[in-house]
């Protein structure tokens, strides 16, 4: 079964509202998040680590105030779109290591349309 | 040039074929590799892990690392309609921060 649960697993919203997704770690803790951001038929592209009680640390290029992250406990970090537009449409990907960094485990993406 | 080199495909195969999809790779410090499957809107899939070189099976996957080469393989016995996905490589040192190939997309054809 899914170790990393990621919600909403779709969202579409209005421009110009913010839109937050949600990552979980099921049965294991994950001091370390990264989020990932996908256009069709394309690879994966990192956008921010997310660690544990402290800030993120962001890719080149991603806005930090357009992109918040927050990795409040071992078990959840979260990515909020502030004031969403239509070109931030794509499909967003969390994902964690498991087993020191062993194996990395990944979400079931969220797809964001926005409007 | 890419430190991760995956062959974007698309690569087209009959029902029941054998598959072999590749990647090669730059940094000599890379120690762990993975392979990945991934279906259309939805999240990588974890298929094969292995650290070391050689070849490592599970099921109708053989997984194939060749340290001195740079290179490695993954390979799908008897493969199936289901099979039909975008696979990604990857790869890492003794860190966190895992490289990925750009993936190559499998169609096998009933």
């Known amino acids: 079964g899914a170790v990393v649960s990621q919600h909403p697993s779709r969202v579409i919203c209005k421009s110009g509202t913010s839109v937050k997704i949600e990552c979980r770690s099921l049965d294991f803790q994950a001091t370390t998040m990264f989020w990932y951001r996908q256009f069709p038929k394309q690879s994966l592209m990192l956008m921010a680590t997310s660690n544990e009680g402290s800030k993120a640390t962001y890719e080149q290029g991603v806005e930090k105030d357009k992109f918040l992250i927050n990795h409040a406990s071992l078990t959840l970090s979260t990515l909020t779109v502030t004031s969403a537009h239509p070109e931030d449409s794509s499909f967003y990907i969390c994902?964690?290591?498991?087993?020191?960094?062993?194996?990395?485990?990944f979400g079931s993406g969220t797809q964001l349309s926005v409007l | 040039q890419k430190e991760v080199e995956q062959d974007p495909g698309p690569l087209s195969v009959p029902e029941g074929a054998i598959v072999s999809l590749n990647c090669t790779y730059s940094?000599?410090?890379?120690?762990?590799f993975m392979w990945y499957r991934q279906y259309s809107r939805k999240g990588p899939e974890l298929l094969m892990y292995?650290?070391?070189?050689g070849n490592k099976e599970d099921g109708r996957f053989t997984a194939q690392v060749d340290k001195s080469s740079k290179y490695i393989s993954l390979f799908i016995r008897d493969s199936q309609p289901s099979d039909s996905a975008t696979y990604l490589c990857a790869m890492k040192n003794a860190g966190n921060m895992l490289t990925f190939g750009g993936g190559t997309r499998l169609m096998v054809k009933p």
């Open positions: 940094n000599s410090a890379f120690q762990y």
């Open positions: 994902s964690a290591w498991r087993g020191g960094n062993e194996k990395l485990f």
């Open positions: 292995t650290y070391s070189s």
